[in-house]
C-alpha cells in the first residue's frame, strides 16, 4: 500500500528542495544588489542617474505626466521613481523628518541619498525580479537544475549586480522583456488567448521603458506563426497581440503621442553617430568587443563557451522552443551589434539567456558524463555549477569594491587634504561631496560656459535647462564647453575625469584643445588611476591651475 506514495513523497521532497535552494538563490542574489547600494553618495559618479532623478522631480514639481524626456523612452522608469519619491516625501513628512514640502526638497538637495538610496533600491528589486523569472524560464525550457543554475548564475553576474545599483532604465526593461519570453513559451505551447494578451502587455511595457524591447515582440509572433504553420488558428490572436501591445505602450506612455515633437528631437539626439570612447567598429568589431568585455569578465571564459554551446544546443535539441525565444533575443543581439556604439550595459538583457544557455549545456555535459561513466552522480551538476559560479562571484565583488573605492572619491579625499576653503574648484563629475567643504564650485555645462554649482543648486536647476544649454553634447564637460565661454572655467584646482576620453583618439582635437588652453601653465598635482578589484572610475587628473596666459 505504501509504494505507490514513494514516487509522489520523492516529487514533493524534490519540490521543496528546488523552493529551498531558489530562495538561497534569491537571497544571495538581494544580497549582492544591496551591498555597496550606496557607492558615490553624496556624489553622483553615474552622468545619467541625476538626469533621471530631475526628470522625476520636475514631473512632481509640475504635478504633470509629462516626462518632458523620452530618449530612452524610460516612461516606466520615470513614473516608478516619481512614486518612490512620493513614498520617501510621504513617509518623511508623515514621521516629521521633513518640514513640509520644501523642507523636503531641501533635506534631498543638502543629501541626495534620502532619495537615491530607494531609488537604487527599486531598481535592484527588479534585479532580483530578474533572476526568479531566469529561474522559471530556465525550468521551463531544461527542467528544474536548468532553472536554479541559470538563475545563481545571474545572481552572481558582475554586469547584472552593477546595472541593478544604478538608476537606468536596462534592468527594469529585462523584466518585461523575460515576461515577453515566457509568454511566448506559452503561446507555442498552448496558443490561449491569455497568453498572447499577456505577450502584448509585457511587449508594450518593455517598450515604453526602452525602445530597444520592442526586438522581443519577435518572439510572440514567431511563436503565433509556428502555430499557424501547423494548422493551428490564430491569426486574429496574433493581430491582437500586436493592438495590445500598441495600445499598451500608448496608455503607459500617452505623452509618446501626445508630445511627439519633443519625441523625434530626444530621439536625434540620441542616435549619435560617436562618443568619447564609445564608438563602435562595425558588426563583427561590435561583437568581438561585446564578448571580449562585459560578457567574458562577467561570465568568465567557461561560461561565455557553455553560453555559446548551450544556445547552439538548444536551437539544435529543441528546435520548437527555440522558435519561441531566439528570434527576440537574436534580434536584440543584433541591434547591439550594428549600433554606432556600445556600451557595456547594453549587454543587460541578454545576460539571462546566457545564463540560461550555459546551464542548458552544463546539464547536457552532465548528462553525457553520466552515461560514460554508467553512474548516476546526482552531484554532478551542483559541483560544476560551484566551480563556474565560484569566479564570477569573485568578479562581482571585486567590482564591488572597486565602486566602493571610485578615483572620483579619492580625489575628493587628496581635495580636502590639500586645498584650503575658499579655493575655487572645477569639477567635471556632480561632486555633490565637495559642496560643505568651504570651496567654491564650478561645473562645466555646454554654452553657459562654467557655472557655479551652489548657486545652480541653490535655484533647484532643472532638466530642460540643462539638456537645453548642453546643446546636444554626448557629454557635460570642459571639452564641450563653448570656447567663447572658457575663461569662466578658470579656478584654482580642476578634477578632470574625462580628459582620457579625448586625448586617446585623434577626432576630439577640439576637445582635447580646451583642457590644454585651461591648463597651460598649471601643475598637475596628482594623477588617479582605476585598478581593476580596487578602484573604478576614470583616470582623474587634478591639476592646480595657473593664471591666464
Known amino acids: 500500500m505504501t509504494e505507490?506514495?514513494?514516487?509522489?513523497?520523492?516529487?514533493?521532497?524534490?519540490?521543496?528542495?528546488?523552493?529551498?535552494?531558489?530562495?538561497?538563490?534569491?537571497?544571495?542574489?538581494?544580497?549582492?544588489?544591496?551591498?555597496?547600494?550606496?557607492?558615490?553618495?553624496?556624489?553622483?559618479?553615474?552622468?545619467?542617474?541625476?538626469?533621471?532623478?530631475?526628470?522625476?522631480?520636475?514631473?512632481?514639481?509640475?504635478?504633470?505626466?509629462?516626462?518632458?524626456?523620452?530618449?530612452?523612452?524610460?516612461?516606466?522608469?520615470?513614473?516608478?521613481?516619481?512614486?518612490?519619491?512620493?513614498?520617501?516625501?510621504?513617509?518623511?513628512?508623515?514621521?516629521?523628518?521633513?518640514?513640509?514640502?520644501?523642507?523636503?526638497?531641501?533635506?534631498?538637495?543638502?543629501?541626495?541619498?534620502?532619495?537615491?538610496?530607494?531609488?537604487?533600491?527599486?531598481?535592484?528589486?527588479?534585479g532580483v525580479l530578474c533572476v526568479l523569472l531566469t529561474w522559471r524560464l530556465g525550468r521551463r525550457l531544461g527542467g528544474p537544475r536548468v532553472g536554479l543554475i541559470a538563475a545563481a548564475i545571474l545572481a552572481v553576474n558582475a554586469v547584472h549586480v552593477q546595472y541593478s545599483q544604478v538608476i537606468r532604465t536596462d534592468i527594469?526593461?529585462?523584466?518585461?522583456?523575460?515576461?515577453?519570453?515566457?509568454?511566448?513559451?506559452?503561446?507555442?505551447?498552448?496558443?490561449?488567448?491569455?497568453a498572447y494578451l499577456?505577450?502584448?502587455?509585457?511587449?508594450?511595457?518593455?517598450?515604453?521603458?526602452?525602445?530597444?524591447?520592442?526586438?522581443?515582440?519577435?518572439?510572440?509572433?514567431?511563436?503565433?506563426?509556428?502555430?499557424?504553420?501547423?494548422?493551428h488558428r490564430g491569426i486574429g490572436r496574433l493581430a491582437l497581440f500586436g493592438a495590445v501591445a500598441l495600445a499598451t505602450l500608448i496608455v503607459a506612455s500617452p505623452y509618446l503621442l501626445?508630445?511627439?515633437?519633443?519625441?523625434?528631437?530626444?530621439?536625434?539626439?540620441?542616435?549619435?553617430?560617436?562618443?568619447?570612447?564609445?564608438?563602435?567598429?562595425?558588426?563583427?568589431?561590435?561583437?568581438g568587443w561585446y564578448a571580449a568585455n562585459p560578457l567574458l569578465h562577467s561570465l568568465g571564459a567557461a561560461g561565455l563557451a557553455?553560453?555559446?554551446?548551450?544556445?547552439?544546443?538548444?536551437?539544435?535539441?529543441?528546435?520548437?522552443?527555440?522558435?519561441?525565444?531566439?528570434?527576440?533575443?537574436?534580434?536584440?543581439?543584433?541591434?547591439?551589434?550594428?549600433?554606432?556604439?556600445?556600451?557595456?550595459?547594453?549587454?543587460?538583457?541578454?545576460l539571462p539567456f546566457l545564463a540560461i544557455a550555459a546551464a542548458y549545456a552544463l546539464r547536457l555535459l552532465s548528462n553525457l558524463i553520466r552515461r560514460r561513466s554508467g553512474r548516476r552522480l546526482r552531484w554532478l551538476e551542483p559541483v560544476a555549477a560551484?566551480?563556474?559560479?565560484?569566479?564570477?562571484?569573485?568578479?562581482?565583488?571585486?567590482?564591488?569594491?572597486?565602486?566602493?573605492?571610485?578615483?572620483?572619491?579619492?580625489?575628493?579625499?587628496?581635495?580636502?587634504?590639500?586645498?584650503?576653503?575658499?579655493?575655487?574648484?572645477?569639477?567635471?563629475?556632480?561632486?555633490?561631496?565637495?559642496?560643505h567643504g568651504g570651496w567654491r564650485l564650478k561645473f562645466p555645462l555646454g554654452s553657459a560656459g562654467c557655472i557655479d554649482a551652489h548657486a545652480a543648486l541653490a535655484g533647484r536647476i532643472r532638466y530642460t535647462q540643462v539638456e537645453r544649454l548642453r546643446s546636444d553634447s554626448p557629454v557635460i564637460d570642459l571639452g564641450h564647453v563653448d570656447a567663447d565661454q572658457l575663461e569662466s572655467c578658470r579656478a584654482d584646482y580642476a578634477i578632470f575625469t574625462h580628459y582620457d576620453r579625448y586625448a586617446a583618439q585623434h577626432r576630439y582635437a577640439s576637445q582635447l584643445a580646451r583642457y590644454r588652453a585651461l591648463s597651460r601653465g598649471g601643475l598637475v598635482r596628482a594623477v588617479i588611476r582605476p585598478a581593476e578589484g580596487l578602484r573604478a572610475g576614470p583616470t582623474v587628473y587634478i591639476v592646480e591651475l595657473g593664471p591666464k596666459r
Open 386 to 435: 560551484l566551480l563556474l559560479g565560484v569566479p564570477m562571484l569573485q568578479a562581482t565583488l571585486a567590482d564591488t569594491h572597486a565602486r566602493l573605492h571610485d578615483t572620483r572619491q579619492i580625489a575628493s579625499d587628496w581635495l580636502r587634504a590639500h586645498a584650503p576653503p575658499g579655493s575655487s574648484v572645477l569639477v567635471e563629475h556632480a561632486a555633490l561631496d565637495l559642496l
Open 4 to 126: 505507490p506514495l514513494a514516487p509522489a513523497r520523492n516529487a514533493r521532497r524534490s519540490l521543496w528542495v528546488e523552493r529551498a535552494v531558489l530562495v538561497a538563490i534569491l537571497l544571495v542574489a538581494a544580497a549582492l544588489r544591496v551591498h555597496g547600494i550606496g557607492f558615490g553618495l553624496p556624489a553622483l559618479n553615474d552622468p545619467d542617474e541625476p538626469l533621471f532623478m530631475m526628470t522625476a522631480v520636475e514631473m512632481l514639481r509640475n504635478q504633470s505626466l509629462n516626462p518632458g524626456w523620452f530618449g530612452h523612452p524610460g516612461t516606466i522608469t520615470l513614473y516608478s521613481l516619481a512614486l518612490v519619491m512620493l513614498g520617501v516625501a510621504g513617509l518623511g513628512l508623515a514621521t516629521g523628518r521633513f518640514d513640509g514640502a520644501e523642507g523636503f526638497v531641501a533635506a534631498v538637495y543638502a543629501d541626495p541619498a534620502i532619495l537615491f538610496v530607494p531609488a537604487r533600491g527599486m531598481i535592484a528589486a527588479c
Open 258 to 287: 501626445l508630445d511627439y515633437q519633443t519625441v523625434l528631437q530626444n530621439l536625434a539626439g540620441e542616435a549619435r553617430p560617436a562618443h568619447p570612447g564609445q564608438s563602435g567598429q562595425g558588426f563583427l568589431d561590435n561583437l
Open 198 to 231: 499577456f505577450a502584448g502587455l509585457a511587449v508594450g511595457l518593455g517598450v515604453a521603458t526602452k525602445w530597444p524591447a520592442a526586438a522581443i515582440a519577435l518572439s510572440p509572433g514567431a511563436a503565433g506563426l509556428w502555430r499557424i504553420g501547423k494548422g
Open 172 to 194: 527594469q526593461a529585462s523584466v518585461f522583456m523575460l515576461l515577453g519570453l515566457l509568454a511566448a513559451l506559452q503561446i507555442q505551447r498552448t496558443g490561449k488567448l491569455r
Open 306 to 350: 557553455l553560453a555559446a554551446a548551450g544556445t547552439i544546443l538548444l536551437a539544435w535539441r529543441r528546435p520548437r522552443v527555440a522558435i519561441a525565444i531566439l528570434p527576440g533575443i537574436a534580434a536584440c543581439a543584433a541591434i547591439l551589434c550594428f549600433q554606432a556604439l556600445r556600451w557595456d550595459r547594453w549587454v543587460v538583457p541578454l
